[in-house]
């Protein structure tokens, strides 16, 4: 479960990087990595953007797990 934790986390680092770029530039990290214009969506764009949403729903439904997963890491290695 770590390793999703982990992968949920990078997911969750990568939608804030391009909101706050969209907020701030107008410009769309995804989109452009896919060679597409400001506001384009392509089916592989469209893939990332559903796996963002769904690495924040993770987030928030399963922490106070991830929470008690890596607090007890802590602990045991400490």
Do not use: C, P, Q
């Not at 939608?15 to 597409?36: K, P, R, T, Y």
């Not at 991830?66 to 607090?71: D, S, T």
Request: proline share 0%.
């Amino acid at each position: 479960m770590k390793t999703l934790d982990i992968v949920s986390w990078v997911l969750i680092i990568i939608g804030a990087l391009n909101w706050g770029l969209v907020g701030l530039a107008e410009f769309d990290l995804v989109a452009f990595l896919f060679g597409m214009e400001f506001g384009e969506a392509s089916l592989l764009s469209r893939i990332i953007y559903g796996l963002v949403g769904l690495a924040g729903l993770y987030e928030v439904v399963a922490i106070r797990a991830i929470r008690h997963r890596w607090e007890h890491r802590r602990t045991v290695t400490a």
